[in-house]
Each structure stands twice: as structure tokens, then as C-alpha cells.
């Protein structure tokens, strides 16, 4: 029995030996679990942006493009599995979109030289590139948007929130405990006060949390969710009648899938975000005709300018700018790993970039640096409007209050360092 | 009167509509067990298929058109038709008792007479499969159920609340009209079990299966019988938990809120499971408002199976299961 | 005959003094009473049987002696100290060994780990001996390995060794179960309908077993049996039961000339 | 022919009641452990080691741990990823605040924690039994989890509640952490795996043993004969909550590295293991074995030939796996309740009379 599987493992294994002549990518999605309805969204995008540049480009500088999806579950040992199976083929950059496998592969990509992409998840003191040197995590983290979150409250406050009450309702979770310490500190600074409401996966049943917010009424309330809590606390809101516009969720809160089964009275509600979330973009015509018509789209083609689609896109788009980078600084079209790690830390995206690549405004304007895994931490806030049925961004994007949160990441990453015997070097 | 305590009993009747919710979940359970002996862990997984089941049918979905898609290499998606849910659940019933009878045919056929821990983990085998093959059937994105149910606060109440304590009870008009449903559909098994003939065989045989077997009972088709009840419920439970949340992945979970529920109540009895669900609830809720605070949240997962685990080791019975005498 | 010290059967064995005292035992289940007030003793190397028609309280008299059941009232006394209710795990360790009336082997196991089951009372190896399997572990292992093929051999059941005793015929899993009893080289064996169910052949057997056990071993047996004919043949002294008061004691022919014995199996109305 | 035990007897009772009666069968355990020690060792690669090897060795040790409970003492339990956390977390702390203590003391300390653990919540077994009990030991799956991702303690009050094995070496060689090398690990979980598989085996085969498939087989008559089931169903918690807490020790520190509990010692774990002894082999050391390295390698086998042999969706991959998963459990109920082990016995009876049926 156990010597036929291995057998035919072997076979499926030497079907996968390495081709080192195309750009490869890796997608590390999630179709499937628990949170396979956020995962197909980005997957998509993601895919499809590899494709429009390969179809439309002919690829990255002249190379063509290969992606190789595994499926992960969000199950960290089917990430290792996908890692060790894809890292041979020599990938450039890998992308987990989940915080369990990041930290699985911050270890492991530093002793291979791969570059670890964390777009807005992942372990936030990565932004210290000083000791996570192929680690990168811009434009934005989550301490970048609980800071953001609180400037919008200040903003619309008049500069003053002082004695608010303000809620965190998170996924009972390291991802979910995230922001705690950021808004801890943030609260000493501004003087508002903080309930913190923790909701345990999967998150179906959220009534005690409510009940809790309807009677406390606090002045705002976070939301730092995913999978099925989303929806479940939106609907909660909804039912007791939660004024929806103070009622803001991260960005991994703030999808169609969220708002759309509560109907037309989750208008309003409102989310963090660090890229564009609709389909009004040059892009997507090209998207369309290279792509989708062509019958090319990865999934079934129908997720194309949600919001998570357009993640995946961005977060395509990002390595791929970062490819052309590195391919520029190498000299040459065939970079390598290590090649790609110098890419990803001269990234720079300015709007003439994005508007070249017909996506003018859909992201902010950063750069990446050695010092500086992170970008700008530029964050906006996005609203739903159910009746449109789509979202809209309704603030600039606005930096992150570093000066709480650089003290933070310095302790983090100097713990890492520390246990790990590293030395912050740049060079 | 004193907030802490207004709030306790607001609190308290939210964990009695949960509790509702959870007997439901329980009952399919009770169902199969009593009639079988099998302790069906697949419940929740059949809420969930029927769920989708029922929003497939609904908005036209083509099954499996992920695998046809990738064998075929063509887009099909929908059939273009949505209709009402009345159709839809009609459908969903129809699909439900076909599964049932695939389930006892290719299955517990061959597994009478094994020890109650052999089907119980048949059952998880079950789930597993359903798990897959629903998703396979109809996707894994979330999906947004509508059959016309009644949703968010009870204005009645908050108001008549308000006047008495000056502070509004919330209750959700979901859970008002779970509660209805679910005693439509208690009363309707109490009904069906001594007023017809088949649910007089269905108890006979959860008294002695031998004997009912004698008078000329076809266990074959009461176990059907007892497994497409049990999909109803499950498609009702599906529907009330799919309204709230969406239907995806995690409604399968909600078999877990009903395991601690049939320790307490006995596995073997209808208001058992409604009773032991009440208390859940309650007691889940109760804890989280109270103790919840002092020990940082989130104990509404394991509250109700530590619960259950001190009940039990008083009363290995559970609450309402007679004394069992060892003899040898 | 008096209580106080031995007598000498028939058939010229020496039988000693009390082993077991059973004192005024009652036994109530619920509202029923199982036994009233019933006194008797077993004595050493005696094969003593009890007897009864159905529901007479035989079986839960052997509960009782073997410690399954408390008695609500008396006083049980096993080698003149009285016994305290206990678990049935202590009165095993006391050396009380007995069989079931619906055999109860252990079924996911061999005839041979079966019987060794009988010796657990004596292996006393620490857990790590045995994790490493060396020193007293092993060397427990060996020596009671070799009592148990000696009873294996003396029932004849060598070649069924190995075998699962699921695979087992209904005679042969009785006889298995004795050893599995006689393994614990026990002061007093319980046997809880030995014959039952058995055809005239396995009977006759089984009957050879138990006095070959009685004079090679000199085991006190105490026995309940139907078949009258067999308990007049194997046993030394008889208690005759009958709604679970004690109506007869003594030989087989003092039991067989009680008017009261006699009325209660040919079935004479109580009143 | 092929597999022979003519004039192959057993002269003692300590040569008969050794773990393998027959000669064939001894020297092909023999070539299997050289095999193992000595030759896989240097054909091995990261992708062999962390993809198929680490979790197999792994599991192999948390299947032995409950085939001991449920396969032998024949209480079934839910809470194995509980226990395994227990593990993980155990030897985080230990190997936090003890960094010069050696790596193999920490895990097998992290086990005896366990085993303490594994008893308190296996006392309730006393008075629980059947599926009551398995719904039961839920209770331990869920509130250890939650305990550990509550309580800022167990993971040093990190900023994520993540916890992460920082690197640890035995004889000058890395075995957790970053630089690790494939033979290294490999040889470090295979040596705890041999072990735990002897020691296993003398326990069942044993005094032990037998206590605990008395309780199993019959409960009550158990008791009669002199089986106290208290020391016998806590024993058996012990020394299986044990093997599960090493291998919760060794799944953190060396396979995975870092955990979230939530995550990765959630009920899918507890259902995972219980799987596998069902597969391979309920009260069968073999059988632990059998069923971890299938279920370890059905999902790369199938990722393998559906979506990098046939260019399926992976989706559509793991869809499948559920079903197949779920449908391989129905069928093993139904066709051999007793596993692959028990399949494998089978085909060795068959091979003893081959070519002579008779």
C-alpha cells in the first residue's frame, strides 16, 4: 500500500522538476476551508494579472510568466507542503496570504535567499528590513490600519476623541489580537477608551458580543474579522441598529462578501482599505479582453473588480513592478532569487507608474527600502453603498501615525533578532 | 430595578432563542439515534448541504460545474432561472430524501448490528465526504440565502420592554420565528410519531428492534424514513442559521453546538434535546455576560462541553436518561 | 454435622475448616428481595453447590460471594475475617476466581492472553520494566506464562493457543473461561453454571474438569447448576434455594429426602 | 515459498512472546530499521523531509499515542489536538526559559506534561463511556485551545500570540530553527518514533496491555478478574496523552517551527489522528504507522497526479480529497473495521500456506 503511493508520489514529484527558464511565481491560495470564499476572490486577481501581462506583454521584459497555484486551505502544513514543492523551481517571490504560513516561511526563506511578499497581513515587524531582509510587507500593515482607522475618527471628530468609547471586535486570533496593542497605545495618546471584544472561530454566533455593544454603546466600533465573522457582525449590527458609519472594519473585513448578506441597511458600513476597490480602471478593459473573453480568467471569471479580486490584482502587480526592477538593476531579463529580493527593496510606485499601467490612483505612492520593508503605511477608508451595490472610497489615503508604532516595531523585530542571534545590517 | 440585572434577563431570554436554534440542530440528531442507534455527526455537514442545496436551486446554479468546467474545458455556470423558495425547498426536500436513502443503502446497510463507536465514526467518514461533495456540487463561495424570513430587532418587545424597565430587549425576529418553527416542527414529529402508522413503527423500533421486526416492521424503510426527517430538520436548521450568517463552510460547524446539547438532554429524547439546548443557551450566554469579563471572552466554544463533561460525571446518565444497572 | 472443623466425603477426601461464612445475607434490588436472609459456608477443598429453580436467587448469591453485589444486610466472613464491601478487583485479589453464566471472555484476544489474564492480580512489574521489557518485567512474563500453559495443558486446550477466542465454539470458550479462572490459582472458584447450554459429551467433560481441579489443585469450588442429576454426582454439600430463601442444606441425600426441596421442584404451591 | 516459519520454533516462552515469532518476519524489521537509519538518511531533500517525512514521523508517534487509548484500552477521544498543543506549548516554554537544557530532555519533559494533563482530563472516563466520553474529551480539544491562545504567558506575551521555536542544536548540530539540515531532523524525529513504537509494543504486548484490552473487551468482567479500571483507563491516558505530547513537541519545535494554536491544533487535528488509527488499524502498532503514512501522502499523491499530472483546479483537488478521505473511512468500517493492519495480516497468512493452501 504505503510503497504504491510512494511510488506514484515519486512520479507526481519528478513531474514537477525544476524549468528555470521563465519568471516563476508562486500563488499560495486558498479555494477551499473555512475562508475559501475570501481566498477564490484574490486568487483570481491575482492569477489574472499574471495573465494579462503574459497575454498582453508576452510577460515581464521580454520573459515569459510562469505561476504555479497550490492549494493551501489556509492549513500551515499544506503551505510548507506547497512551499517545499514550488521553492525548487525556482520562484521569485511567494505571496502565503495567510499569517500562520508567513511565519511558517519567514525562517525558511531567509535560510533559502526567497523573497516573502505579506501584502497587508503577516508578521507586521517585518517592516524593519534591517533584520528581515527578504521579508516585505507594503504598503500597509495592521498597525498602519488600526492607526489610520483612529486619524479617520479624529478627522471626522475634529481632531478630538477624547472620552470616546470605541470597541474592537476581533477574530479570537493572531490575527485578530494584531491591533490590540497598537490601539492600547493610541488610546494613551488620545485619550479614548478601549473595549476589547474577542469572537472565537469561526465566528457564527456573535450575539453575546452585540447584546454587550447595544448595551455599552460605544461611539465606534472595529473590526478586525475574517471568514464568516464578517457577515455575522455586520447582520449583528444591523440588527440592533448600529449607526453602520461608525462601524469600521480592516480590510480583510470590508469585502462584497461581508456586506452583501446583510442587505440594503449595511449602507454605510465602512472599511479600511489600501488600494482601490472598485472596476472603474483603464486596466480592467484590457482585463477583459486579453483575459476574461479570451476565456483565460482563473475560477469562473465572475469575481472580476470585487474588492478582494482587485487585492490580488494589486498585489500582482506589485511583484510584477518589482520583477521589472530587479530585472533592471540585474541588467538582465533572467533574474534570480536573490536577483528579485534586490527588486522588491528598490521598489518604488509612483503615479506616473500606475497610471502607465492604467491604474492611476489605485493604490498610493511609496517607496521600499532597505530600512523600510513597509511602504508609507498609506491607508484610505472605503464605504458600501448597497443600493449602488459597490464601494467607494471615501478618504485620501493618509500616512500611519508612526511615532506610536515605529517604538513598537523596533521592540518587536529586536525580540526576533534576539532570539535569533541576528544583527540589524543593511548591506 | 437594578441594570446589571435587566441586562442579565435580556441575556437570558437571547440565550433561550440560541438555545432554540441549538435543540434544532440537536434534534436531527435524537431523530436518528433513537431510530438507528447511530449517532449521526454528518448533522451539521447536512445542514449545510441542504442550505446550498436550496440556495443552488434557487438561483439556478449548475451543479458540479467546477469539475465539468475543468474535465470539458467549457463556462457553465447557471441556468438563467431563480425561483421562489417555496419550489426551492419543495426540491431541496426531494434531494434530501434521496440522500438519505443513498446513505442507508450504500452504508449503514452493511454496518447493522456494529458497536455504537464503529457508526459514530462511519458518521464522521459521512460528514467528511459531504463536506466535499457539496462543495464540489455547488462551490465554496459564500451565499446569500433569502427565503423571506424576518430579520433584525422586535420593536413590540424593545418598546413594551422599555416602558416596564426603561431599557429595550433586543430579540432578533429570526429567532422569534425560529422558535415558532421549531415548535411547529416538534409538535409536528409528536403528531406524526402516535398518530400515524409510520411513526408508530418508527417508535416501535426505537423500543426493540427485534420485536418490531416481528410484527413485520421494514427497518429498511423506517431508517430511510428516520434519515429524511432528519434532512428536513437539517434543511430547516440550515435555512435559520443561513439567514443569519450566509451559507458557507462554517454552518457545518454547528453540529458541534449541538454535541454538548444531546449530553445533557440524553441522546434518546426529544424534549431531552430541547430542554438540554435551553440550557445550553442560556447557561453559554449567561456565563460569557458574567464570568466572560473577568477571564478575557470568548468561552461560548468550550463553555457548553465543559458543562456538559461536570453534568456527566454526576450524572453519566445525563439529565433525563434512566440509571443504567451494570449486571453480568 | 457439626460447623467446627473438617469431615471426610465418601469417597475418602479430607475436607478442612470454613473458607467462606455466609452470615443472615438479604439482598434487595429496589423493591425486590433477591435474597432473605440466607446463611451458609463453603469449606476448604469442598466442591459445595448451589441449586434452585429459576429465579430462586442463585446467581445473585454468587454475586454476592464474589463481592459484585452488597448485600443490603449480613456479613460475609472469607477465611474468618469478615469482608468489608469492597470492590470486585479486591475480592479477585483475595483469590476469588469465577466464570459467567453468558461466558464473558474477552474477545478481541487469544485463548493464551485470555488465561493470562488470570495472572494479572500477580504481575506487579513497574511500568518502566515493562516499557523496556527487561528485568522483572520479563522475567513476570516467563514465569507466569509457564502456570498459565500448565492449566492449558490440564484443560487440554494447547492447539487453540493462538486463536482468537472469537473464533471459538461455545464448549470450548466455557472451557477456556475456566482456565482463564484457574489461572489465578485461586482459593475458591466460582462457577456460575458451568454446564449450561452444553450437550451430554461436553457436559461429561466438563464434570471431569472440575473434579480433576478439585483433587489435583485441592480448589475449593462453589457451583451453580441446573441439572440436578450432575450437582447429586460432582458435589460434597448442596444449598438449595427456592425464591430466594434458603429451603435445604447438606449432603446430596439429605438434599434429595427434603420434603421441602422435593415440593419446590415438583412445583407444590407456596403458601 | 516465500515467506516461511517451517522449522522456525520458538524454544522458549521469552523467544515465543517476542514481537516478532517468525525469522522472515524479525530480519525484514531489521532491513526496514537499516533502511530507515542508515540509507534514507542520504538520499534526502527539503521537499522529502518537510513535505512527507517530518509530519509522517510525527504523526506515526500521535497515532501510536491514541491507538493506544482507543485501539487498546477502547476509550475513544476527540482532544488529541489539545494534547498536542499541550506538547507544542510545553516545550516552547521549556525551551525558552531553559535554552542550555537539551532539546530531547525538553521534549520528553513536554510529554510528561502532557501525560499529567491527559489524566486530569481522562478521569472523567471513570463514569463516561462510549461516544459520551469521545463528545466529552471535546471538552479538553476546545478549552486547551482557547487556554493558550488566551493566556499571554504560554507564547511570552508575543505581539502576535504566535509562537516560534528559535534554533536549538544537539551535538553541535541545528535540529530546530532556520539552518536545519534534511538527515538532521529526520534522524531526531525518526530515533523518538523507533522508540515510542518499542515502547509501545512491550507495553501492549505486556501485563499492561492486557489490562488494557480487558477494559476494552469487557469491561465489568475485567473488574472481577482483578482489573482496577482506574489505574488501568489512567494509565493508558498517561502514557497515551505521552506520545501524543511528544509528538505535539516535535510537530512545533522541528516540523512546523512556529504554530498558532487555533490553527494548527484545532479539532481537525484531533479527527486527522482518529482517522488514521481507524485506516491503518485500531490496537495495532503497525496499523499507527500504516494509517499516518496515508493519510500523509494521499493529499500530495492526489495534489500530484490531479493538479500537476492532469492540470485540475486545485480546488477541485481538495474537494476531492474530503471525499475520498471521508469515503476511504466508510469503506475500511465497512469491508475491514481492523485496517490496513489487519489487511496486511491477511496477505501474511495467505503468503505462509502459498503455494499449499492447504
Not at chain 2, 454535541?259 to 439546548?277: K, Q, R
Request: include cysteine; aromatic fraction near 12%.
Amino acid at each position: 500500500m504505503k510503497k504504491k503511493l510512494l511510488s506514484a508520489v515519486i512520479a507526481g514529484f519528478m513531474a514537477a522538476t525544476p524549468v528555470m527558464a521563465e519568471l516563476t511565481f508562486s500563488a499560495l491560495s486558498y479555494r477551499t476551508g473555512a475562508y475559501g470564499n475570501n481566498g477564490i476572490p484574490f486568487a483570481d486577481g491575482y492569477l489574472d494579472y499574471f495573465t494579462l501581462l503574459q497575454e498582453r506583454d508576452g510577460g515581464i521584459g521580454g520573459e515569459s510568466i510562469k505561476v504555479i497555484e497550490c492549494e493551501t486551505a489556509y492549513n500551515t502544513e499544506k503551505g510548507v507542503e506547497c512551499y517545499e514543492a514550488t521553492k525548487g523551481e525556482g520562484v521569485l517571490s511567494y505571496s502565503p496570504l495567510s499569517t500562520g504560513i508567513t511565519y511558517q516561511l519567514i525562517p525558511k526563506v531567509t535560510a533559502d535567499g526567497i523573497a516573502l511578499h505579506t501584502m497587508g497581513y503577516g508578521r507586521t515587524s517585518a517592516k524593519n528590513g534591517q533584520i528581515f531582509r527578504n521579508v516585505f510587507n507594503f504598503p500597509a500593515n495592521y498597525w498602519d490600519g488600526a492607526s489610520v482607522g483612529i486619524k479617520h475618527l479624529l478627522d471626522i471628530n475634529g481632531g478630538d476623541i477624547k472620552g470616546k468609547k470605541i470597541a474592537l471586535v476581533y477574530h479570537n486570533s493572531a490575527y485578530g489580537k494584531e491591533p490590540i496593542r497598537t490601539l492600547e497605545e493610541l488610546s494613551k495618546k488620545h485619550g479614548y477608551e478601549l473595549t476589547l471584544l474577542p469572537v472565537d472561530h469561526p465566528g457564527q454566533e456573535q450575539k453575546s458580543q452585540w447584546l454587550q455593544i447595544r448595551r455599552e454603546k460605544p461611539d465606534y466600533v472595529l473590526m478586525w474579522g475574517w471568514g464568516v465573522m464578517n457577515p455575522v457582525a455586520i447582520q449583528e449590527a444591523v440588527n440592533i441598529r448600529y449607526p453602520m458609519e461608525n462601524f469600521i472594519g480592516v480590510w480583510w473585513s470590508g469585502s462584497e462578501n461581508d456586506v452583501l448578506p446583510a442587505g440594503a441597511k449595511a449602507t454605510g458600513y465602512k472599511a479600511l482599505a489600501f488600494h482601490a476597490v472598485n472596476s472603474d480602471f483603464p486596466i480592467f478593459d484590457d482585463m477583459k479582453k486579453y483575459v476574461v473573453d479570451a476565456g483565460k480568467a482563473a475560477g469562473a471569471g465572475d469575481q472580476v473588480g470585487t474588492v478582494l479580486y482587485n487585492r490580488g490584482m494589486y498585489n500582482a502587480m506589485l511583484v510584477s513592478e518589482a520583477a521589472r526592477t530587479a530585472q533592471a538593476i540585474a541588467g538582465k531579463s533572467n533574474i534570480s532569487q536573490a536577483d528579485m529580493i534586490k527588486g522588491f527593496e528598490a521598489l518604488e510606485m509612483t503615479d506616473e507608474k500606475m497610471a502607465a499601467l492604467g491604474l492611476a490612483g489605485f493604490g498610493p505612492s511609496f517607496s521600499v527600502s532597505c530600512e523600510n520593508h513597509g511602504g508609507d503605511g498609506m491607508v484610505a477608508v472605503a464605504q458600501w453603498d448597497a443600493g449602488a451595490g459597490k464601494w467607494n472610497v471615501v478618504s485620501d489615503f493618509q500616512a500611519s501615525d508612526m511615532s506610536v508604532i515605529q517604538p513598537l516595531i523596533d521592540e518587536d523585530s529586536g525580540a526576533f533578532a534576539a532570539e535569533n542571534k541576528l544583527s540589524p545590517n543593511c548591506d | 430595578m437594578p441594570d446589571q440585572l435587566v441586562y442579565a434577563m435580556e441575556v437570558f431570554l437571547n440565550g433561550l432563542m440560541a438555545g432554540v436554534l441549538y435543540a434544532l440542530v440537536a434534534l436531527g440528531f435524537v431523530l436518528i439515534y433513537k431510530a438507528s442507534g447511530i449517532f449521526n455527526y454528518a448533522q451539521g455537514v447536512m445542514a449545510l448541504f441542504a442550505a446550498m442545496t436550496l440556495v443552488g436551486v434557487m438561483e439556478g446554479q449548475v451543479p458540479f460545474s467546477h469539475l465539468i468546467n475543468a474535465i470539458l474545458g467549457t463556462k457553465v455556470h447557471h441556468f438563467g432561472w431563480h425561483l421562489p423558495a417555496l419550489i426551492g425547498i419543495v426540491s431541496t426536500v426531494v434531494i434530501m430524501v434521496v440522500l438519505a436513502w443513498l446513505v442507508q443503502r450504500i452504508i449503514f446497510k452493511h454496518l447493522v448490528g456494529q458497536e455504537p463507536i464503529i457508526l459514530f465514526m462511519a458518521t464522521i467518514g459521512l460528514a467528511y465526504f459531504m463536506e466535499g461533495f457539496g462543495d464540489m456540487m455547488w462551490g465554496s463561495e459564500i451565499k446569500k440565502l433569502d427565503v423571506g424570513l424576518p430579520q433584525g430587532i422586535n420593536l413590540w418587545i424593545d418598546e413594551t420592554t422599555y416602558n416596564i424597565f426603561d431599557y429595550g430587549f433586543f430579540i432578533d425576529n429570526l429567532d422569534i420565528f425560529a422558535t415558532i418553527i421549531a415548535a411547529i416542527l416538534v409538535g409536528g414529529l409528536v403528531i406524526f410519531s402516535q398518530y400515524t402508522k409510520e411513526g408508530r413503527a418508527m417508535r416501535a423500533v426505537a423500543d426493540d428492534h427485534q420485536a418490531a421486526l416481528s410484527v413485520g416492521v421494514s427497518l429498511n424503510f423506517i431508517w430511510i424514513m428516520v434519515w429524511s426527517v432528519a434532512g428536513f430538520v437539517a434543511l430547516v436548521a440550515g435555512i435559520m442559521w443561513g439567514t443569519k450568517s450566509g451559507v458557507q463552510f462554517s454552518l457545518s460547524l454547528i453540529a458541534l453546538k449541538a454535541l454538548p446539547v444531546l449530553m445533557l438532554g440524553g441522546f434518546t429524547s426529544i424534549p431531552g434535546a430541547i430542554v438540554g439546548g435551553l440550557i445550553i443557551g442560556v447557561g453559554e450566554k449567561l456565563f460569557e455576560f458574567t464570568v466572560g469579563p473577568l477571564i478575557g471572552g470568548a468561552t461560548e466554544n468550550w463553555f457548553a462541553y465543559v458543562l456538559a463533561l461536570l453534568v456527566l460525571v454526576f450524572r453519566p446518565q445525563g439529565l433525563f436518561g434512566e440509571k443504567i444497572i451494570e449486571r453480568v | 454435622m457439626n460447623n467446627s472443623d473438617g469431615y471426610v466425603t465418601d469417597d475418602g477426601r479430607t475436607i478442612g475448616g470454613v473458607v467462606m461464612e455466609m452470615k443472615n445475607i438479604t439482598l434487595r434490588f429496589g423493591g425486590v428481595t433477591a435474597i432473605k436472609d440466607i446463611t451458609f459456608d463453603i469449606r476448604e477443598g469442598e466442591i459445595r453447590a448451589i441449586i434452585g429453580p429459576n429465579g430462586a436467587g442463585k446467581s445473585s448469591m454468587l454475586n454476592v460471594v464474589s463481592g459484585f453485589y452488597v448485600p443490603q444486610e449480613g456479613e460475609v466472613f472469607f477465611r474468618g475475617v469478615k469482608r468489608p464491601p469492597v470492590k470486585p478487583f479486591e475480592v479477585a485479589r483475595q483469590g476469588i476466581a469465577r466464570t459467567f453464566q453468558n461466558i464473558a471472555l474477552f474477545e478481541g484476544m487469544s485463548v493464551l492472553d485470555n488465561v493470562m489474564t488470570g495472572r494479572l492480580t500477580q504481575m506487579k512489574a513497574g511500568i518502566l520494566s515493562q516499557a523496556i521489557w527487561r528485568g522483572k518485567a520479563e522475567q513476570e512474563e516467563v514465569e507466569n506464562r509457564e502456570i498459565c500453559e500448565r492449566v492449558i495443558d490440564f484443560l487440554e486446550i494447547q492447539s487453540i493457543r493462538k486463536t482468537p477466542v472469537s473464533r471459538l465454539p461455545y464448549g470450548l470458550k466455557k472451557r477456556v473461561e475456566l482456565a482463564r479462572a484457574l489461572a489465578s490459582e485461586p482459593k475458591l472458584l466460582l462457577l456460575d453454571e458451568p454446564m449450561a447450554g452444553m450437550n451430554v459429551e461436553e457436559k461429561e467433560d466438563m464434570s471431569r474438569f472440575i473434579l480433576d481441579v478439585n483433587d489435583e489443585f485441592g480448589t475449593t469450588i462453589a457451583l451453580i447448576e441446573h441439572d440436578m442429576g450432575v450437582v447429586m454426582d460432582l458435589s460434597d454439600r448442596v444449598v438449595v434455594m427456592d425464591y430466594g430463601k434458603k429451603i435445604g442444606d447438606g449432603t446430596p441425600d439429605e438434599v434429595r429426602n427434603n420434603q421441602a426441596v422435593i415440593d419446590a421442584y415438583l412445583g407444590v404451591s407456596h403458601d | 515459498m516465500f515467506y516461511r516459519e517451517a522449522g522456525d520454533f520458538s524454544k522458549t516462552y521469552r523467544e515465543d512472546s517476542q514481537t516478532f515469532p517468525i525469522r522472515f518476519d524479525r530480519y525484514r524489521y531489521y532491513a526496514v530499521l537499516l533502511i530507515a537509519f542508515a540509507i534514507i538518511p542520504f538520499f534526502l531533500n527539503d521537499y522529502w523531509v518537510n513535505a512527507i517525512f517530518l509530519p509522517f514521523l510525527i504523526y506515526s508517534i500521535a497515532a501510536i499515542g491514541l491507538n493506544i487509548l482507543t485501539g487498546y484500552c477502547g476509550q475513544v477521544s476527540l482532544g488529541t489536538g489539545g494534547f498536542m498543543a499541550v506538547g507544542a506549548y510545553a516545550t516552547y516554554k521549556l525551551m525558552t526559559s531553559f535554552p542550555e537544557v537539551s532539546m530531547v530532555v525538553h521534549i520528553l519533559l513536554a510529554g510528561g506534561i502532557t501525560a499529567f494533563v491527559g489524566v486530569l482530563f481522562g478521569l472523567p472516563s471513570l463514569r463516561i463511556k462510549g461516544f459520551y466520553l469521545a463528545v466529552a474529551t471535546l471538552a479538553a480539544q476546545f478549552f486547551l485551545v482557547w487556554l493558550f491562545n488566551r493566556v499571554p504567558w504560554f507564547y511570552n506575551n508575543s505581539a502576535s500570540g504566535q509562537i516560534n521555536s528559535p534554533e536549538r542544536t544537539l551535538l553541535g548540530v541545528p535540529i530546530t530553527g532556520a539552518n536545519t539540515e534534511p538527515w538532521a531532523v529526520y534522524l531526531f524525529c525518526l530515533v523518538f518514533v523507533a522508540l515510542s513504537a518499542v515502547i509501545a509494543r512491550n507495553l501492549t504486548r505486556g501485563a499492561m496491555g492486557r489490562k488494557w484490552m480487558a477494559i476494552r473487551d469487557m469491561d465489568i468482567a475485567a473488574e472481577i478478574i482483578g482489573v482496577n479500571p482506574l489505574t488501568a483507563k489512567l494509565s493508558a491516558f498517561a502514557i497515551s496523552s505521552f506520545f501524543v505530547g511528544v509528538s505535539g513537541a516535535l510537530f512545533f519545535s522541528v516540523y512546523l517551527g512556529a504554530v498558532e494554536v487555533g490553527e494548527v491544533f484545532g479539532i481537525n487535528k484531533s479527527f486527522l489522528v482518529l482517522f488514521m488509527i481507524i485506516i491503518g488499524g485500531l490496537g495495532s502498532i503497525f496499523g499507527s504507522f500504516a494509517g499516518a503514512a496515508f493519510l500523509v501522502l494521499l493529499p500530495v499523491l492526489l495534489k500530484n497526479v490531479l493538479v500537476t499530472g492532469l492540470g485540475w483546479p486545485t480546488d477541485i483537488a481538495a474537494h476531492l480529497e474530503f471525499m475520498i478521505v471521508g469515503g476511504l473511512i466508510i469503506v475500511f468500517l465497512i469491508m475491514e473495521p481492523h485496517g490496513i493492519a489487519q489487511l496486511w495480516r491477511i496477505a501474511k497468512e495467505k503468503l505462509r500456506l502459498w503455494p499449499f493452501p492447504h
